[in-house]
């Protein structure tokens, strides 16, 4: 298969259409990362993504849609804060867990009588959604438990020749998945954070929201290894770095640095210091030290502030060793 590398006119939108028309697989842009999409009511599609993707088939997928007035054909039970978040935070990197319609095929959602749902903010998938007008599914378009990809070329380097065509729609603005919302219980709960504030979000519906845990609940990027470059990773706390340094391998090892640190005799990759502009580039640095063929990465973590905690679950993820 040759995979075709589409731009973001309206004729190459037509033409990514008609490929999920088809049955075929996109990865198409997000202001979070690149997703690899599949018409959700075409069930050889979707286990198109998992045979690609190598991912489990109980691994759950996230359905996108282009207006929360599709909702009610997904979802049921629907509780009074989705239109109230829904309000303020989409399109964006907001999903929630909610209920699933009788309807909605068991393979979308692993088994689960739950189907985790968002409307993304990037005006390239807007448009296919709204051509196509129906809803898609799309995980992260990279191999199962690896680095997501941030930008096209991030998705050629994975998937070249496994899936129809990437729909280009330049660098990634989040760089890091959607926080995921349980809605499905009394209490709202946090299940994966990600590029929206947990503080937003409380500010929002006027409730604290329950803490990420890893409760077993199925949704994506749940894994405690996942995110993970080919490159090991080793994260140290900022009062460690200094006799790291002194005892860090100078080849094949690269230290990703918030603190302002000038050491001639290893390698060091500045990261911003600023959260919002970290996820932004997480991935992408990642990739990049892949590329360079390091073999240890090893990270300055973040400081222990709410802004940081997708930063942390990223990390912690990327270096969590089976």
Known sequence: MKTILLKSNDSDIDKASQFLSDGELV????????????????????????????RPQS???ILHLRSIDQLNDWAIDIPSDVHNLAKHFWPGPMSLLLKKHPDVLSEITG????ICIRIPNHPVTLSLLTILNKGIVAPSANLFGRVSPTSA??????????????LDGGQCEVGLESTIID???IKPKILRPGGLPIAHI???????????????????????????????VHPYEKSEIEHLINDMPINKSV???LSDINKNNIHIHQMPKDAYQYGQVFYSTLRLMDDKKYEKIYIELPPEKSEWYAIHDRIKKASFKI
């Open 59 to 61: 691994h759950p997928l």
């Open 111 to 114: 088994g689960s009588d739950k």
């Open 27 to 54: 990865a198409i842009p997000t202001e979070t990362v690149y997703g690899l999409a599949a018409d959700a009511s075409n069930i050889s599609a979707i286990n198109k993504i998992f045979e690609v993707k190598k």
């Open 153 to 166: 070329q991030h998705v050629l380097d994975d998937l070249d020749g496994k899936i129809s065509a990437i």
């Open 202 to 232: 409380e500010e929002v519906i006027d409730k604290k929201i329950l803490p990420h845990s890893n409760s077993g609940e199925k949704i994506s990027g749940n894994l405690l290894n996942h995110y993970q470059p080919r490159a090991s």
């Open 255 to 257: 230290l990703l640095l």
């Open 183 to 185: 809605l499905t219980e």
